[in-house]
């Protein structure tokens, strides 16, 4: 059983910058891919960023160039550095794991909100 854990969300201000970190317990089957996804108020979850195992990432294009994510394999830990922010960005912050053996697993989501 694999769980997630998202942490590092919060308020900050338009421009500002935030990194959030996802922990994952149990047994992680590898090659598996980690994500980002998030969701704001009345929309749809909608894709960020992923990882793959040998680090290779993609990114949505409205989080390119300022959004970064990593992962620490010892640590079982993926980050989502997250550089200037804008309203827009506001919205609940899910990580996901896929792996072939286990399938899709979610974390319970970090709410970041950026305002003045």
């Known amino acids: 059983q694999v769980q997630l854990v998202e942490s590092g969300g919060g308020l900050v201000q338009p421009g500002g910058s935030l990194r959030l970190s996802c922990a994952a317990s149990g047994s992680l089957f590898s090659p598996n891919f980690m994500y980002w996804y998030r969701q704001a108020p009345g929309k749809q979850r909608e894709f960020v960023a992923q990882i793959t195992s040998d680090g290779s990432t993609n990114y949505a294009d409205f989080v390119k160039g300022r959004f970064i994510i990593s992962r620490d394999r010892a640590k079982k830990t993926v980050y989502l550095q997250m550089n200037s922010l804008k309203p827009e960005d506001t919205a609940v912050y899910y990580c996901?794991?896929?792996?072939?053996?286990?399938?899709?697993?979610w974390g319970q989501g970090t709410q970041v909100t950026v305002s003045s």
């Open positions: 996901k794991m896929y792996s072939l053996r286990d399938g899709a697993y």
